[in-house]
Every structure is written in structure tokens, then in C-alpha cells.
């Protein structure tokens, strides 16, 4: 089965693709990304000789039309992730996450794909004071970021509902784990920590996430790809609430251990700073779809998870530097030039 994986060397992208390597052998894996800050070719240096890479935007028509030839699925990865970049500019998150999926989508509709499995994320549901999100809860997205990632599942329902495009979408929690660009909230920590710069925490840190381990993200979006039911939604919950100070206090403590120091030494780099506009409070997923229909659960806890990740982020250290200091960009414009080998 040929499989097209937009924004495949982004985060979860490439986390996916390495999962489905080692565990689908049947699939046939094509990732097209723009290669945007966010997405880094290091990321499946491993793995480059088993995967067609394109190079592309998927708000191009014609790119999009020469990359989906011959696809059977595509899994929509694709998109500009961060609520803080969108505060600062939502231009970019139209362009990709509304336009750019609805380019993916025409061209799919085109092709006629057996399946698109558009990849959400709960933010689009908004804010929970109490219990959880359902599938069926309103959508009432709060930051630019989340109102174009629900103004793309809408797109997705319209092209399921007008042309029966067989679409799924998934919505999950809060990933963490290795290849994720430290400007979000956990290796953001982990690469303060180590670098003994401060933590800054937002607001007082009383908001709280749901977090999940991007492997167990990966595996239920591979189950999605097999079974999940076309015209279905699927939230993907990690079952692991906590409040971003608490969070914070956990890092520092495993960071500590990982490095033979007192948890007092980094703990002491937290510091409190302006909250983000518009913060939402506290996300929540039920996932009790995905587990009633698809039999999965998530299986790796927040400790153990954190441990790895602390223990690849250390084992990493060059990947980091890269795409901190745009080295990685050095590395993209010298396989611009000599192509992607
Ligand atoms: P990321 O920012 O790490 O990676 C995004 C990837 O998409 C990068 O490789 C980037 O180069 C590529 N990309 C961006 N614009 C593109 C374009 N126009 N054309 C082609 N490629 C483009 O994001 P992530 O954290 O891996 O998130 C992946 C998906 O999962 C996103 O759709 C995001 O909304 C969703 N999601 C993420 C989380 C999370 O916690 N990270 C949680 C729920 C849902
Ligand atoms: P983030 O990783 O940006 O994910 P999202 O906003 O999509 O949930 O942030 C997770 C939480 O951590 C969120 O409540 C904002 C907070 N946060 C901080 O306190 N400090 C930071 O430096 C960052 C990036 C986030």
C-alpha cells in the first residue's frame, strides 16, 4: 500500500514514519514536507534509503498533484504546530493548515484515495474547566493556531459529507518525545535545563495539558490508518493530566537525576513569566472510541515517557544544537543542492 505522509519530517511526522517502517512492512512510505524551521531531513537520516522524499508545500497544486500520483492513503501531518508562532503571525497557519489541506484534499478527491486520515488535535475543541472532551463536543477553538486546525477538520467533514471522500480524523492530546522542536513546553525544559538557562513558566503554571507519548500517538494513528471507520473522528488521549508547574517540577527532578545533580539545582531555574494571550486552561480527551473500537490504549506512562525523552534529548545533543542554531538549514540547502541522498 503506497502511503503519502505530509510534514513527514516534522515531529510526529517522522516519529510515524519510523514507527510505520518497523511495524508495517507492507507500506510504502512517500513523506512530502516544505522542510519549514519545524521540519529537519535529520530527523529520518536513518531511514532515508527506505522512503520517496518530496520536497513541497502542500498549498502547491501542482506538487500536490505529482506527489499524490499513484497514493492509496495519505496521512496529513502537514502543518504550522505552534500556538505561541501563531500569536505572533496566524498568517502562516492559514496558508498551510486551512489552504494547504484543502489543496491535499482536492487532490485526494481527485485521485480518489481509499483513505485520508487528517491529523487534529483536541485544541480545537477549546477549553475544558471539568471532565473530558467527546468526539461530539463543540468546536470552539481560542487561538489562531487552533481555529485553523479546526477550520481544516471542517473542510475535512465538508469533503467527506459533499464528495464521501473517505476521510477520517484524528484528534489527540499533548505529544512529547524525541525530534521535537524545542520550542515547545517539554524540550523547551529539558534543553534550558541542560544548558542551565531559565525555565519560563507562564503565568503561575496552573494550566494543565494531557500529555502522550508520541509513540503511542503513532500507533493509534497506524491503527486509524487500518480500521478506523471512514467519516469518524478518534480522540487520542494520554491519560496523563498535569498542571505545567507540576510538569516542570517532574522534568527538573528526572533532569537532575539524569545528570547526577540535586533536583534543587533545577528546580531553581524556574521562572514565572507573562502569560501567553488567550491561554486555554485545561485540555481533556475521552478516548473511550478509540479504545472500544480500535482496542487502543496508551501505553507508555508520563514518567517512563519523560525518561526517554529526557535520555534521547541527552544522547542528541548535535540534533539539538543543529536545529537551534539553523545548522539543519545548512544541512537542507546542501541537499537542495546535491538532492536528498
Ligand atoms: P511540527 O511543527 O513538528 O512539524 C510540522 C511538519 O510539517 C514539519 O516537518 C514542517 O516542515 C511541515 N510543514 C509545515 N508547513 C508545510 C507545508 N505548507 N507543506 C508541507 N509541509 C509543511 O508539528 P508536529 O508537532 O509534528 O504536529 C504534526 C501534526 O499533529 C500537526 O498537524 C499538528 O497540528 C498535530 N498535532 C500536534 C500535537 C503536538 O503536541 N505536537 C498534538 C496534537 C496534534
Ligand atoms: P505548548 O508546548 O506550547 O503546547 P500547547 O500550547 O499547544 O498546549 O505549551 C504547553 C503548555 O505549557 C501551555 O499551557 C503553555 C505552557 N508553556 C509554558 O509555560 N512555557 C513555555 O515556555 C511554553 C513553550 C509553554
Known amino acids: ?34 522542510l519549514t524551521y519545524a521540519g529537519n531531513l535529520e530527523n529520518l537520516k536513518d531511514v532515508v534509503d527506505r522512503v520517496t522524499l518530496i520536497h513541497g508545500d502542500i498549498a ?4 500536490v498533484r505529482k506527489a499524490v500520483e499513484g497514493v492509496e492513503v495519505i496521512v496529513n501531518f502537514a502543518a504550522e504546530s505552534h500556538v505561541d508562532r501563531s500569536i505572533l503571525d496566524a498568517a502562516p497557519f492559514i496558508e498551510t493548515n486551512v489552504k494547504g489541506t484543502q489543496v491535499l484534499l482536492e487532490a485526494a478527491r481527485t485521485i480518489g484515495v481509499k483513505r485520508f486520515v487528517h491529523v487534529s488535535t ?24 487552533a481555529a485553523s486546525k479546526a477550520a481544516a477538520d471542517l473542510l475535512c467533514r465538508s469533503y467527506h459529507k459533499t464528495y464521501g471522500l473517505p476521510l477520517v480524523i484524528t484528534r489527540s492530546s499533548n505529544n512529547y518525545g524525541p525530534y521535537q522542536f524545542p520550542e515547545k513546553l517539554i524540550p523547551l525544559m ?37 480500521k478506523g471507520r471512514v467519516g469518524e473522528i478518534y480522540n487520542i488521549g494520554g491519560g496523563a493530566e498535569l498542571k505545567n508547574l507540576d510538569l516542570v517540577r517532574q522534568l527538573c527532578r528526572q533532569v537532575a537525576a539524569a545528570l547526577g545533580k540535586p533536583a534543587a539545582d533545577v528546580e531553581g531555574l524556574i521562572t514565572f513569566v507573562k502569560d501567553r494571550p488567550g491561554h486555554d486552561w485545561r485540555y481533556a480527551l475521552d478516548h473511550s472510541k478509540m479504545t472500544g ?49
Open 60 to 63: 502547491d497544486h501542482e506538487i
Open 293 to 341: 473500537e480500535l482496542g487502543w490504549t496508551p501505553s507508555v506512562n508520563l514518567q517512563d515517557g519523560l525518561k526517554r525523552t529526557i535520555h534521547w534529548y541527552l544522547e542528541n545533543r548535535a540534533w539539538m544544537e543543529h536545529v537551534i542554531s539553523g545548522e539543519y538549514q545548512k544541512y537542507v540547502a546542501r541537499v537542495y543542492e546535491h538532492g536528498w541522498k
Open 122 to 145: 483536541d485544541e480545537v475543541y477549546g477549553s475544558i474547566e471539568r471532565g473530558e472532551f467527546t468526539e461530539e463536543s463543540p468546536l470552539q477553538p481560542n487561538s489562531p493556531y
Open 190 to 226: 529539558i534543553y534550558n535545563a541542560l544548558q542551565g538557562k531559565p525555565l519560563p513558566v507562564y503565568g503561575r503554571g496552573e494550566n494543565a495539558r494531557d500529555w502522550l507519548y508520541v509513540e503511542d500517538n503513532c500507533r493509534a494513528i497506524a491503527s486509524v490508518v487500518e
Open 1 to 34: 500500500m503506497k502511503i503519502l505522509i505530509t510534514g513527514g519530517a516534522g515531529f510526529i511526522g517522522s516519529n510515524f514514519v519510523h514507527h510505520a517502517l518497523a511495524n508495517h512492512t507492507g507500506w510504502q512510505l512517500a513523506v512530502l514536507d516544505k
